[in-house]
Every structure is written in structure tokens, then in C-alpha cells.
């Protein structure tokens, strides 16, 4: 068995890059949408195949660890991925239909970069890893370079440039700070081992700390978050919201948790000041906002803002918790997007005030926002208020109260901007006219990130479970 | 003061100067430039803590390399786009989302 | 269950079943007569199980039978219960009460006939309501059934003095009698309530300290005033004349009201034990008797004089209670019952055949109206005391046990009442029955036999029911002794007499009453009623007021200031967020700047 | 294992799941599913209390279902006394209440999901044993009134005054929008509260289970229970009306369509009222006895203050909804008592006072669709045209003034005869106080509503109830009687369990069970 | 002693041509300072041992990232000539953040004793070479497939033609030019304001 079948998955999602590109070359016009449910199968394919492969294992010179930790992750990044093909699909197809292949490539890219992180052992691998998963999305922002968004204005340029000139600057923060930590071991090893950290490792650990913060939009590191998911097209932004989150969460795992753990007086306190800091700038910039996805930017950062409280806890039990918040994640926020894109296409922009009655236009989308907006705010029978919940059980029993506090009172407010939209779109009936009609692809997303959601709100144990397994890898083998 | 101290602080210096850039720049590419000067400071620093203390910095400085290679040619293709949407490279006009 | 307490629970039941008939059958009530019948037969049930329970306790001295059931449970243990108790006092007051509800009744046939049917109907499911309530009352084992029976007859009252409902002045009426009595019954909750977490029972006859018994006592008073329409509450019970005469007749003036007088005869333990709360009671009666006597010198309105009759006579009542009589209380409630309900019913009889409550359209209608002319005068001779009527004997008990109690003072109120009470019934006897004849009355003639047969009926009690103290008294385990030879009954009889004399020295010559001026300012701008009004509207309405407008506006506009602090924070706050890279780079900066800091300093 | 209370919770979700499925056009399907859903819920409800031992007492019915293993948590559930009678509560008021929605016109298949969505969670509320399960079915209770009263509510507008008149401008105050968001809102930060408090109970509790049994049976610290008693209390508290947060009430109240109205006075701020009782009583004991002398005055404010702000009210909804806020200052009197005397009453209370305002919004809802206007002073002589509907407003008066005879006599009664139990007897004074303020503006909306001269004009037609119509006010007034006439129909299930949680209090099972 | 005078020369050029960069008014001199401070570099690293580096310093830095960099600008640039405005804003403010930073490295320098491990040494060319290829075969291997992204990215975002024909482009060119007109001035009057 050679090493490189630990990294099996990664390789299949390589290599369905790989083909994409050359079906392209070889037939560039001839493709259409099919290129696009190619890439989504085959993503299932490797979903299916991630059951099948090797769960555990350690690549040599320790640079790479296979565990059921990598496996969820690797299983999350792949549901993303399918997800995001699905809803972006139709989309593409019409508005870019000659550069769709170099979509799929570069998401594809982007997925592999993610699936490396958590396995990760060896900073060089991570720091590789997390800069693949980063460079396409900053193309992926700007993809509607050409068209004249909805509304009026094309604001790809100002989206990924704000994403890339931002994220630039913190891998070039995370860098220094890097050869701050590593130079003074000599070691690429992520983990740290024992003995004291001195204050230049300090200060190198919290701006690598920076850095991560920017992928995953912590405050204040979160300033690109409300533009770029404005401005890049809806459908990838629906991707970029939640897989890159998980993908810098699962390297902040790694390397806090799973690198520095004797360390954790230098970054404990930072990491509580930013999930406070993400929770509470979150969710009050978020309450004036007209724009849903500016809205919904806001919001993650405020999601994000929670997460951050799951590894602040550092126990099994709040990365377990962290992991299923994550992966519920994923479908909320994915699911919200794509609805949104939805609606948007058919409506003609993404104002609450040009959303308003979307229930009467399209029952099923208007319901569906719902649920996802009620799971976004943490109400019980959908699968966001376990996932808070089960974050607030972890760190309260984590002793992080305080945190637990304002975490709650700030899920209240945040209740009251999810209700903003919920009142458009829900409640009031609008002005216009005709019915909203997504795709098929898009409403089939868009239907399994529902059913996800509302299955697993009535029943969380299997993902749950999973995430506590996955957790439990991750700590026996650290 | 060590001259291996010197060092870092020379680092910290360049890196400070590419900070400084980064805030005070208006022009997309000038920016750019900035967050070249910080990966170059960063990269010094690898190289002189593989210096003291051995290890893997050098290795890290080309992986390094490649990887801020791959972002100018993506951050030029960006700047490209700004100045196809405005007809000019300065970031601030890039300000539209916000109302 | 034994014999007796099944009649009684017949007496209580009957009527209840009457009454569940009618609510649950609509059309029956809607019918009318149906109605009527419906009730006449559970108040004929009624009747005959009061009157065989009467028979039976004739002999049985006061030996009492009771059935109580666990009505509320609270730790495992009743803390309510449920029953009947027959004694003498409650067999007496069964049948009292039975037999002036379906002679008002037979008397209601006739009267409510001009109804709409399903106005008719309500009437009579109302009285069959009515008996039920007041039977409850009557049968009490406890404390907290008389209560609930208490708080039922006032929702009776309520509903009947309504009964006119389109009329803005009854509906007024209504609900003010409901306010007073219901203000006042705060007291017997309030006396309920610390009797039991004193003494742990509701029991009648619960030994308790003085100080308790004071307290409890008079806090059950407060509700009796109310209730029994004593001074200062008084004011509801005239304007309840806004209901039909008959329901006067029933429960303003025979039962209801006077279940305040029964309500202290029944727990004469209690009061027993509560000698201050006695005083009050003795100076509260007789100023009530005094002042009420007064304010009907001067009314125009046949009812109101009945109904401040009615207070006065009530006041008499009390009196006799607090000065620690008992039995002559009980005894004036018996023969006032019907002496007064037999004047209601007369005067009923006579409004309805002029269609006027007033005095002055009435007017020599003995010739016309010969049977109620005699009805009228037998109640009116009886309830100005006329020797060898039933209020004679009565009255001349009340009077005499109040002899030098409170420095005889009450005694010469109730004096005075007595002359107050001959002159004013010999006013509304000559304004009414004597004298011209108003155009009014001109056609005005005698109402059928249903009206007839309750006049003739209840003025055999009116006349003789005087005679039968002794025996009452032996059946509620009391003293009777008359006192014809003694200084009270021939003072109470001359001033009778003389009030009756001055009467038609004053009025036969269609002169008014003295001093009617300065008593009718008494009356109208009654200063009791006024600073009822005044409390209501301005102190009780106005704290309302200030408490809706601070709940709206401070309260509220607390909460509110909470919403508009997170919208406008948030619309602040986006400012923050210019949209230009440089600043976002240097927030950037300088969030890592501060990081590191920390990080490299700890 | 009987399934007879997981049938009661599911039979409304399923309900809704129906309803999901069937096209917006059926309308008489939609209402026809929801009726018999609520049906079967009740009819459960009532199969329970048949099959309740009241002389074994506890938790009986009980199932168990894993729902996650490794948070020990279980969908257990289980009735006790006080279920019972909150079960039988809440099938009446909602096959009422879907009785009495008979005739919601716009978006009616929304309106039927969510009414019956939101009563599944409060039967599985009075049905949990699990703390956690506990609380999911407490927000999926409180949620759903959001956009019930957002879409079916009706608006009117409040100009601003006083002091904070600049908050005014944020939002349109009187709105139906504005009414949903702050009923909510203000619920769902009481629900914070609760889940901190939760938090800190479990994890004191060994951070293993959720099972209330079990956590009754841990001994908290003093020192955790003197603050996580308050954050209950005031949590659910803010949902039973606790002055000052009841403000969400008035205005949440009188803008709700009938049904919800009927539905959230008459069971959901019971549910508030419970959640003090059943968890924060309970579990936090020592505190409940330290924190009662507060419990207990704000609760104689509400009593009295609700009457009072009720009697300074010309919408009719109004005075309704500030009653309720009064009556459930009384359901909190009796909890505050913390004797079985005050505790029987206050779970008497919440029965009386839901049957008897369901009574009353169903009346109102019936009086507004026909006459448009809720404003009393432009009523008057109703009872000519719609002498039912009078009848049982006035009914439904008497219960709410505490008459004898009636549900509320007994429950008032109780609550006074304990609070007077109390070393604060002073607290019957305000409460008895408050029922006669009662008395006085609920006697006042009868004579200016429906007393006086025969209406004419615009009210000359209106009509007296119609049909399915019926229904609501013929049960909910003849079980006010029922109930009032013969209260150990409930009280005797509500004894025992009263009993069995007392016993918890050390302060005063010493006192009350030797 | 030779060794730090050179030393200190080279960093002093480093320094000062970083400052110029972020100085200079004209971007085009402004590249330029770029590519001495990084052609500085790349003798620092020379001084420093670590030969192979300055040699991949000077071949992708000096000549890759400069050259396009200067493609870049002349390219983007709006009037003919060889004065492009760089641009300069809020320097009060970014000095301080960046003096807070460096004062922060300082201080954390100046608390952590560092001594050079004896015996270390930097690895020579060949051990590079086995490390990339034996030890971090996985990153080299993922850093080809992030550079092929990076490529990708590039040309599609560079490439013109995807939806536009010639003539909308230039309308579209002319619409922009005058809403740029219009935005620069707001922008100043915003300023002035």
C-alpha cells in the first residue's frame, strides 16, 4: 500500500479537475451544462468512495495524517463542493457559458486545498493547502466580471479585490508570524511539543492567529466578508461562506488545538476576544442592512463568531460540537444562498424590499427561506438551534460562561435581522408579479440542503455522533 | 543586542514598511507592491532563523516563492479588471456595495 | 341521607334544575311561558319541601342535620366543603324565602306578560337562578358555601335589576349595585380568607378569640352593609328599583337583601364573640334606619320609598344584631319579608295599572283598585307597626333589646324611624289611594287573578306572622318574651300612631312634608352618592388612567428605547464599515498589530 | 409502552405535515385535517386524565425515546397531575380555536400550520420530562406567534408620548409587525435567560442528563440556584405577563388573530407560568423560598396594575389582554405562596384563566369580524342583535371578576386563601383588590358593549353566532362552569403533584407534611 | 568586520529602498525601488549563505514579479506617459499602527534571549533538493497544482472576450470614462468636504 492512497479522496477530486479542464480542451463548446453534472456525479462518486477508502494512517516524515477527523471534513468539503456545482450550475450556464469548465477547476482546486488542511502535520503542507484553497476563491469573486449584475452594478472587480488584496496581506501576515514561530524550533512539525513559549513565538503564534482569522472572517479581520459575498455571484458566494469557513476552522483546529496545546495561554484569551468581537459586530452591523447577502455576511461573521467559541473551549467535547455546527453550517448557509440566488434571478435583485413576498410568488422557496433563516437564528426542529445549542453546552461545561452569556444575548439580536427578512419575504406580499422558477439543479440544492436540515433538526444523532467521533480521532491523535 | 536580534528587527522593519504601504496606498498595484515588500520581510526572517537555528526555512522561503508568484499573477489579473470596470486602478473607487 | 336533607336538597335543586333546563334548552326559554311554567313548578317544589321541613322542626326544638361533601381538596385534606344544614333558622328562612319567590312569581306571570317571549323567558329562568343562589345561601353548612351563595344572588340581582337593559338607567342601576355589594364583599373575602388561615375552617361555629372574632366579624359586616344596603353603602339599593317591581318585591326588599341580617344571624357565634364589632353594627343600623326613614319622607317614586323603607327597615335589623338580639333581627326579617314584598307586590300592581312609578299620577285608586288598596294598607299598617300587625311584634323586639345599649341613643333613632316610618307609609297610603284621582289613575283598574292571588296570600303573614315568635324562637333556640306592658312597646306604638295621625294631618290636605326641601337636597345631591361617584371617577378611573398612560409610555417606551437603540447602533455602526481596501487593510493591521502585542508581551 | 402522549404531541405536527402537502385550494380538507388533529389531541388528552391514577400520583404515561444518546438526551415523556389538567386545557382551547379560525380567508393553509405546529410544541411541553426537550418544545411554541400575528394580525397606530417619545420613530408602534417583533423578541430573550440557567443546572448536575427526575433528585448549590432561580423566573416569567415585561402582551394580544389570541392568552403564558413552577420551583428550591417575598410583590403588581391599566382601556382587545396580564399576576401570587394551597390554585388559575379568556378572544373575535371595530365606545346594545354572544361575554366576565360558581372563584380563591397563609398575608390584599378592579371594567365592557338602546345603523344587522361559531363559546363556557361548579374534576389530579413538588422545598415541607 | 559593514550596507539598502517603494509618487519608481530592495535581498541572502535562494530571489522576484509588475502598471495606466500617481492616504494613522507594530516586535525581540543553536547549519543546495522532493513532496506536489489554479484564475480573468463583442466594449469604455469623471469628482468634493 504506497502512502499516496491516504490521500485517495484528494486525488480523485484532482483528478476530476483534471478531466473538467481536458473535456474542455477537447471539446470546449460542445459541453453545456453537462460538464457541470459531470463534476457534480463524480463528486458524488468520491462522496460514496470516501466510505470505501482508507480511514486511517500517517503519510511519511509525518507531513500528513489520515483520521476519522480528516474523513468528516473531507466528507463536509465534498457536500460543499457538490452543492455548490449544483446550485451554480444552470447559473453559469447562462450567464458564462464559455468559461464554465474553468469554474468547476478552480472550485475543484479550492476543494482539494480544504481537504488537505485538516490532515495537515507539517506547516509547509498547511501553508500550501490553505493558499490552494484561498487563490481561486479569489477568482471565483470576481467571475461575473463581465455581465451587469442585478441591480445594476457589477461589483466583481471591487468583490475579489477586496477578498484578494485583504487576504494577501494576512498570508503575508500569517507568513512573518510563521517564521517567527517555526525559525526559532527549527522545526516544520506543526506541533509545538513542550517548554515555554517565549514572547517572539507569541507574538508570532497570534498574527498566524491574524491570518486564520481572515479566511475564517473574524473581527476584525471580517471587513471583506459584507462586500464580496455582495458583490461575487450568488452561487459561489454560497460556497465561499461556508466551505473556506470550515476549511480555516479545521486549520485553527489543527493548529491551536492540535500544534500549540501547550501554548494555549498565549492564544486562548485571543481566540475568546475574537469570537466575542465576530459575535457582537456580527450581528449589530447586521441589523440595519437592505441587501440579503450583505445581511447574511454580516451573519456569518456572526456564525463564525460561535464557532470560534466551540474551539475556545478546547475540549473533545466543543470541537465535536464545533464540527457539527460546521457541517450544519453547510447546509444552512448554502441553502439560504442558493435560495436567495433564486429568488433574486427571478425578482430582480436582492434587496429585502425587492424580495418582499417571495412566499406568495413561490410558496415552497418562501417556506424554504424560512427554515433556513430560523436555523440560521437557532430555533428548535431545525438543525441550527442544536448546533448552537450543543456549542453552548460545550462551553459552558468548558467553563467559558461569560463567552456562553454573550453568545446567547447576542443570538437574541441576531433574531431580529433573520425576522427582518422573514417579514419581507415571508410575511408581506410584495408588488410583483409571476412565479419564481429555479432550475432543476439549483432547486434539487437547494431541496437536499432543506432536507438536511430539517432531517437533521428532527434527528441529529448520526451527524452528531459522527462529529463526536471525528472530535475523539482528533484528540487521541494529537 | 545579538546581531541575530538585528536581523529579526531588520525584518520587522521591512515588514513594518510593507505595512505602512498597505494603509497608506491608494493605487491597486502599489498595494500590491506592499504585500510583496511584507512576504520578502517574512522571507528574510526564514532565512536568517535557518541560519541560527537549521531547519526547514529555506525550503519554506521557496514554497513561499511559488505561492506569492501564483498571487501576483492573480492579484495583476485583478488589477486589470478594476481598471477595465472604472477605467482607472485606484482602489477607492471600488466602492460601490455599500449604500 | 335522612328525609329532611333531602327535601332540602329538593328545595336547592329544584330550582338549580329549573334553571339548568332553561339554559341548556334554548327554545323552552325562548317560548316564554314554557319558562314559566318550568320555574313555577321547581319553585312549587321548592315551597312544598320548605314547608314539610318547617313542619318537621316545628317540634324538634333546634337540633340541627347537615351533609357536607369535599368541595375543594388541598394536601390530601377537604378544605372546602359543600352541603345542607336544616335548623330551625335555615327551615324558617327556606320556606320565607320559597314561598315570597313563587308567590313574586305567580305575581310575575301576569305582570311580564307584555314581554317579548323570550325576554319572559330569561325573566323566569332568572328567578329560578335566583332561588337556587339564595337557597344555597340559606342551606349553608359553612362559611364558604354562604359565600358562594352570596356572590350568586348578587349576580342575580345584577342580571334582573338589567333585566331592562335597553334602558341606560337600569343598565347603570345593574352595574352599580354589583360595584357596591361586590366592594363591600371584599370584607367577607377578607374575613373568610383570615378566619381560615387563623382557625383553619369555615365552620359557623368556630370557637375563636375575641380579637379574631372582632377582626372576622367585621370584615363579614362590611359585606352585610353592602349587601343589606346599610349606610354608607346604601346608595345601589334604590336605583336597583330600575328592575321589574316583582324582582323589587323578591330580592330588594324580602330576600336578598336581607340575606346580610341572616348572614349575622348565623354566625351569632362568631358575632358573639366580637363585641366591638357589635357596636359598630348598632350605631351603623340605627343611623341607616334614621336616615333612610328620612330620605323616603320625600320620594315621588312609590318604589323609592319602598326600597329606603326597605334600608330603614334593614337598619332595624342590624341594630337588633348589634345590640346582641339576634332573634329579633331574625324574627323583623321573617315578618318584614312579607309585609314588604306584599306592599311591593301592591305596588306593583297599582304601576302596573297606571304604567307610573310615580306618586303624583296616582291618586285615589281605593275605589278602583279596592283588593290591592287593602293589600297596600294591611303591608303599610304592619311596617308602620300597628298593634296586632307582624311588624308590631317584631319591631317591638328589636326595640326592645336595643333599650340602653349605646347610650340609648340608637334606641331614640329607631324611635324616631318608627314615627318617620308611620308618617311616610301614611304619605304614600293617602298620595296613592286617597285623595283625587289622577288622570292616570282614572283607567286604572284591578289586575287579574295571577296578581290578585299573591296579594291575598301574602297578606295572611303580613297581618298574623307576628303571632308566631314564640314558636320561631323555640325552633332557633331562643328567648321570646313579649313586652306589651313595658315603656318601648307603648313609646314605639303612641309615636306610630302619631306618625300615622300627623300623616294625614300633613298630606290629607295635599300639603308636603316638612323640612321636604332640606331632605330632598339630602336625597338628590346626596353627598354619600356623590363622593361614591367621585372616588370612582376621579380617584379609582384616574389612577387607572395615570397607571395606562405610564404603562404605555414609560414602560413601553423602555422597550421600545431598547428596539430603537439596536437600529440606530446598527445604522451608526455601518459607518464604521467605510468600503475603502486601505481601511479595511489598516483595521487589519492594526487587529493584528494589537494581537501580537499581546500575544509577545504575556 | 403506552403511546397515548407522544400521540397527543404528533397528532397536531402531523396535522401540519398533511396540510403541507395538501394544495392551498382545499380549503375545506385544510380545515377539516386540523380540526381532526386537534380532535385527537384532545380526545387524548382526555383519554389521559381517564387513565391517570390519581391515588398513585407522579409521573404516569411514561415513554422514553432516545433522541441523542451522548448528551443523555431523551424524549421522555410523562404526565403528572398538572399535566393532566394543562393537557385538557390546552385540546380544548385549540379544537376551539381551529373552530373559531373556521373562517380565516387569506393564506388559510399557512395559518392552520403554524397554529397547529405551535400547539404540538405546548403539548410537549406539559408532556416532557427532559429538560432539554423541555425547552425545544418551548421555543417551537413562542416562534410560530411571530408570523401569526405578522401576517393574520390587524394594526392600528399609537403616537408617542412621554419621555421616550424619539423611539417612537424607529418603528411603527401598534403594528402588527411591530407587535409580532417585540412579542418575540422579548419572549426569546427570556428564553436566553432560561437557557443560560438550563446550562448552568445541567452542568452542575454532572453535565450527564437532562432528566428532570434526575436533576429534582441532584441537590443544587445554594449558591447556583440564588442566581439561576431568578434568570427562570423572569425567562419564563416574561412569558406569563411578569410586570415589567409583560409589555409585549397588550399589543401582542390585541393585534393576533382570534385563534392565536385565544391560543397565547389562554395557553401560552401558562406556559410561562409552568416553566416557574414546574422547573424553576422545583429544581432551584432553596432559592424559590428566598426569592419568594419578590415573586410574590411583583406578581400582586401585575394582579392589581393589569386591573387598573385594563380599566383605563377603550379597545376591547386591550382590556382583554391587560386582564390576562392581571390574571397571571394571580397564577404567580400562588406560585409565590409555595404552599399546596397557593400552588393548587395558581395551576387552577392557569386552567380557569385559559378556558376563560379563550372564551373571551373567541367572543371578541366573533364581535370584531361583524361589528370592525374593537373600540367600545362605539359599540353598545349588542346583546339586542347577538344576545348569545353577550350571554357568554358576560359569563366569561363573572370568571374573570372571580364569581362563585365559576372556574376562577375557585382558582382566585385559593390563590388568596394561600397567599394569606403566607408571612406576606398582605399579598391577598392588592390580589382580592385586583379582582374587584376586575369586576369593575369587565361589568363596564358589558354594559357599554352590549347594554343600551337596540344599535342601529352600521350595527343594526349584525348577527348573533353562526354555525361553527358556536362551538368555542359553548365549551369553553359551559367547562368554566363545569369546572367552577365542581372544581375536583381537575384539582384532585393537581393536589398530588402539587404536593409531590412542595415536598421539595424544605422550608416548606416542614411546615405543610410533617 | 568587513562582514558587518557589508552586512549593514546591504540592509541599509534594503531599508531604504523599501521606504522608497512605499514613498515614491510614481509607481513606475516605485517598481523600481521594489526590484532593488529585493535584488538587496537577494545579496543579504547571498551574505547569509544561502545561495540557492538569491538566486531564485533574483530570477522570479527581480525578473518575474518586477517585470510584470511594470507590464502591470504600463498597462493599466490611464494617460500616456511615465508618471503614474501611487497614491498616498492616511500616513498619520498608518505610521502609528505601523510603529505599534514594529514597537510590539521590538519589545518581544528584546524579551527573548536569542542565541544562535551551535552546530546548526543552513542546508546546502543538494539537501534542499532531496528535502523537496523526499520530505515535502506532498506540498511540492500540491504547490504545482495551486500555481496551475493560479494560472487558470489569471487567464480567465484577463481574458476580454468572454460575452463582449468590440462595439459594446467601446460603449462601454465611454459610458465608464464619464461615470469616472463624475466619481473623481464626488470623491474630491468628498474630500475637500
Redesign the interface.
Known sequence: MSWLELLSVDLMVAGIAALVLVLDAIMPSKLGKAVGWLTAALLLGVLVATFFVPQTGTAPHQVYELSPWVMFFKRVFLVAGILGVLGALEWLADKTPRRQAEFYVLLLSSVVGMMLIPGARDWILLFVAFELMGIPLYVLAAWAKGDTVLGGKSLAAEASLKLFVTGAASSALSLFGLALVIGTTGSTQIALGGGAVTPLQGFGMLLVLAGFGFKVGAVPFHMWVPDTYQGAPTPFVAFLSVAPKAGGMAALAVVLLGGWTQAFGTWAPALAVLAFASMAVGNVFAIPQSDVRRLLGYSGIAQIGYALVGLATRTEYGVGMTLFFLATYVFTNLGIFLVVHAAAEDMGGHSTKVLAGLSRRSPWLGAALLVFLLSLAGIPFVVGFWAKFFLFLAAWKAGLTGLVWAAVALAVLGLFYYLSVARSTFMSDGSGEGKVRPGFALTAAIVLCLAAVVGLGLYPTPLLDASMSASKAFFTLR | MSSLSQFVLLAGVLFSIGLYGLMTRTHAIAMLLSIELMANAANVLFVVFAKAFGGAGQIFVLFALAITVAEVAVGLALVMLLYRRYDDTLLDLANEARE | MSPLLTLAAVAVFAPAAAALLLVLVPPLRKQGMPAAIVTLLGSVAAVVSAGRILLDRLGAGHAAESIVTPWIIVANKPLAELGLLVDGTSATMLFVVCLVALMVQVFSLSYMSEEPPAAYGRYFALHALFLFSMNVLVVAPNLLQAFAGWELVGLASYLLIGFYFHKPSAAKAAVKAFWMTKLADMGFLFGLLWLFVQADTFRWDVPVSHELANVVALMLFIAVVGKSAQFPLHIWLPDAMEGPTPVSALLHAATMVAAGVFLVVRADPLFALAPFARDVMLWVGAITASFAALLALVQTDIKKVLAYSTASQLGYMVTALGAGNAFAGFFHLGTHAFFKALLFLAAGSVIHAVHSNELADMGGLRKKMPLTATAFTIGALSLAGFPGFAGFFSKDLVLHSVEGKGGWIPWVLLMASAFLTAFYMGRVLIKAFLGAESSKAHHAHESGPAMAAPLVILAVPALGSGFLGAWLASSTGHEYELHFASMTPITATVLGLAGLGASWVVFGSGGTAPFADVIARLDRESWVDRSWELGYRRVMLGAAAVLGWFDRYIVDGVMNLFGWAAIEGGQKARTLQTGLVRDYAWALVAGAAVLALVGGLK | MSMLLSTIVAAPAIAAAILLALPASQRLAIRVVSLVGAIISLAGSVQVARLYDRGVGGLQLGEDYTLVPSLGIHLNLAVDGWGVALLLLTGIIIVTGVLASWTVARRDKDFFVLLLVLVAGVFGVFVSQDLFVFFLFYEIAVLPMYLLIGIWGSSHKVEGQGPFRFAWRAFQVGGKEYAAMKLTLMLLVGSAAILVAILALWNEAGGTTFDLTALQSHHFSRQTQMWTFPLLWLGFGTLAGVFPFHTWSPDGHASAPTAVSMLHAGVLMKLGAFGVMRIGMVLAPDAAATWAPIVGGVAVINVLYGAMCAANQTDLKYIIAYSSVSHMGVVMLGAATLNPTGWNGAVYQMFAHGIMTGLFFALVGLVYERAHTRAIAKMGGFSHVMPAVGAFFTLACLSSLGLPGTAGFVAEFLVFLGAAKTQHAWWAIPGVLGAFVTAVYVLRAVKTIFWGPKPSGEFAHLTDAQRTEWFAPVMLGAALVVFGFWPRFLLDFIDGTSATFLNRIPQVAEVFFP | MMD?IATSVV?LA??LS??F??RAKN?VH??LW?GI??AA?AA??GM???S??AG??IL??VG??VT??I???M??R?HEGSS????????F???L?????????????Q???????P?????TTPE?AR??I???V??FE??S????????????????K???TPATAEGR?AA??E??AA??AA?VTKETA
Open positions: 558587518s540592509a534594503m531599508v523599501a521606504l517603494v512605499v509607481l516605485a517598481v521594489l530592495s529585493l535581498t543579504f541572502y547569509q549563505g544561502a540557492f535562494l531564485v530571489q522570479t522576484y518575474g514579479i510584470l509588475m507590464f502591470g502598471v498597462v493599466t490611464r503614474v500617481p501611487s497614491g498616498h492616504k492616511n500616513g494613522r498608518a505610521l499602527t505601523s510603529l505599534l507594530f514594529f514597537g510590539a516586535l521590538a519589545a518581544a525581540v524579551k527573548t534571549p536569542l542565541e544562535p543553536r552546530g546548526a547549519a543552513l542546508q534542499l528535502a523537496l523526499d520530505d515535502y506532498l506540498p500540491v504547490a497544482l495551486l500555481l496551475l489554479a493560479g494560472i487558470v484564475g489569471a487567464v480567465v480573468i484577463a481574458r476580454r468572454d460575452l463582449e469604455r465608464m470614462a461615470a469616472h466619481r473623481l470623491m
